[in-house]
């Protein structure tokens, strides 16, 4: 199974929205709506910030969405903050023995 | 609330061992999938093995099979991996996290491991 493709980086000033992609193929995110994405703060915990490809768990900020057309599934972030600098990693369900697929992570710069 | 706790981590010679354990509460452990993921420093998150909710079926990354070993106790609420034959690429911080549908719901904070001589 092949790592799902992000960008490797975004940037964005205070205030603005930016979107991050993460393609993969129709046995992964084409194939079932179990996309997450974390955001990673260096030297914290991941934490899971959309679930189920628009999910939003309970107490995180509704600044993201998330959403997906065929293969490939995006985390928009508005009104962006400096709080919300750091990685970004997108997972699929994969349906075999694998389980799950990550992207290699977008790092995210608030100008 | 949810905690999943690591430890174990630490500094090993190559070839040498370690295990790692995950302590888990706030929810029914023996409910979930769990998973041990790692990120080796300046590299991306890497997914390494997971184990069913009974412990009947496991799954282990190329990098790690026939070196590394996930089980469970579902009486203590605890996940562990032993790790041996370590190699300096396995410097990583390893983190434990429960499974659904191939998504990672929680985390937990990450154990340090380095292998040096």
């Known amino acids: 199974q092949s790592a799902l493709t992000q960008p490797a980086s975004v940037s964005g000033s205070p205030g603005q929205s930016i979107t991050i992609s993460c393609t993969g193929t129709s046995s992964d995110v084409g194939a079932y709506n179990y996309v997450s994405w974390y955001q990673h703060h260096p030297g914290k915990a991941p934490k899971l910030i959309i679930s189920d490809v628009s999910n939003r768990p309970s107490g995180v900020s509704n600044r993201f969405s998330g959403s997906k057309s065929g293969n490939t599934a995006s985390l928009t972030i508005s009104g962006l903050q400096a709080e919300d600098e750091g990685d970004y990693y997108c997972n699929s369900y994969t349906g075999d023995s694998t389980l799950l697929v990550f992207g290699g992570g977008t790092k995210l710069t608030v100008l | 609330q949810v905690q999943l706790v690591e430890s174990g981590g630490g500094l090993v010679k190559p070839g040498g061992s370690l295990r790692l354990s995950c302590a888990a509460s706030?929810?029914?452990?023996?409910?979930?999938?769990m998973t041990w993921i790692r990120q080796a420093p300046g590299k991306g998150l890497e997914r390494l093995s997971h184990?069913?909710?009974?412990?009947?079926?496991?799954y282990y990354a190329e990098s790690v099979k026939g070196r590394f070993t996930i089980s469970r106790d579902n009486a203590k609420n605890s996940l562990y991996l032993q790790l041996n034959s370590l190699r300096a690429e396995d410097t990583a911080v390893y983190y434990c996290?429960?499974?659904?549908?191939?998504?990672?719901?929680?985390w937990g904070q990450g154990t340090l491991v380095t292998v040096s001589s």
């Open positions: 184990i069913s909710n009974i412990g009947g079926r496991t």
């Open positions: 706030g929810f029914t452990f023996s409910d979930y999938w």
């Open positions: 996290g429960s499974l659904r549908y191939g998504q990672i719901d929680y």
